[in-house]
């Protein structure tokens, strides 16, 4: 609504960031009010200070002007409206996206780990990235300390950097549970892998297919906790309604893409799994 001017007759809309008219244009004016001597009329409160603000008073669409000096009394009052700055908004949102990217990323290493472990009727050395071997007294992978071949397709060739450490490497095969097992001739281990019988790579597929779920589902948790951050920061009126909104948004784009990251590899695992 326009305030008609109290010096003039011209409209003045008032502004949340706008000074109020120094003390020299302050006037009275008259509107219906009390009688005082048979005049009927109240003063609306002059400006105190040039150097005021404008703030917007709860429940009320009125703008008033405040002075300064009166700022605590003034909070108790009225509450004052901050909205976040586009910059404080990108800023939030930057660091609780970057958490959720690292979080979702590490999920699709993880899932594709569970996959690789998931035997095949083919070779890949990635079937043995699972395998820790007790080195000195210190678990390491087995693919840190050996080198890993397939120099056929049912074949996996282990040939250690360290040859003391082959009986080592042997018995962390065996006690592993990828289900093959080693032939040591003192110089390399071999694995020979068996052909999986149609029923066991149904039963394998359904094993791929739940790993995968259970991915999804932690990529879900992932945007669950990220919303809840978003809405925290609403509570504490750093981000609008409107701002969260836009925000979960962006993040329901971010879980649907790695959604489909983790379909895109359950779909090549399920390939190998019926590849004969």
């Known amino acids: 609504m326009a305030l008609r001017s109290l010096s003039s007759s011209r ?3 008032p502004s949340l ?3 109020c008219p120094p003390p020299s244009r302050a006037h009275s004016v008259r509107v219906p009010g009390n009688v005082h001597n048979g005049n009927v009329y109240t003063h609306l409160p002059s400006w105190s200070s040039s150097f005021a603000y404008s703030i917007l008073k709860e429940g009320s669409p009125v703008f008033s002007c405040k002075n300064l000096g009166n700022i605590k009394q003034q909070k ?6 901050k909205c976040a700055t586009i910059e404080e908004i990108e800023a939030e949102k930057s660091v609780i996206e970057k958490d959720v990217r690292d979080r979702m990323e590490k999920t699709i290493e993880t899932v594709r ?3 690789n472990a998931v035997r ?9 990235d699972r395998v820790e071997v007790e080195y000195y007294g210190t678990p390491v992978s087995l693919k840190s300390i050996a080198q890993i071949n397939t120099p056929d397709g049912s074949t996996l060739l282990v040939q250690p950097y360290d040859k003391s ?3 080592t490497i042997e018995k962390a095969i065996v006690s592993s549970d ?3 097992t080693p032939n040591n001739d003192g110089e390399v281990i071999r694995l020979s892998i068996p052909q999986l019988t149609s029923e066991r790579r149904k039963e394998l597929s359904k094993v791929v297919t739940k790993l995968a779920e259970e991915g999804k589902v932690a990529i879900r948790n992932i945007r669950r906790d990220a919303n809840k951050a978003y809405e925290k920061l609403e509570k504490e009126k750093k981000l609008s309604e409107d701002n969260v909104k836009d925000l979960s948004s962006d993040l329901q784009k971010m879980t649907d893409e790695y959604i489909k990251k983790i379909e895109a590899i359950q779909k090549q695992k ?4 019926l590849t004969v």
């Open 11 to 13: 409209f003045v809309y």
């Open 270 to 273: 399920e390939k190998e799994l």
């Open 76 to 81: 108790k009052r009225a509450g004052i409206i």
């Open 113 to 115: 780990a569970s996959f």
């Open 178 to 180: 990828i289900g093959l």
């Open 17 to 19: 960031s706008a000074p």
């Open 120 to 128: 095949t009727g083919r070779a890949n050395p990635s079937m043995l």
């Open 165 to 167: 450490s082959l009986k």
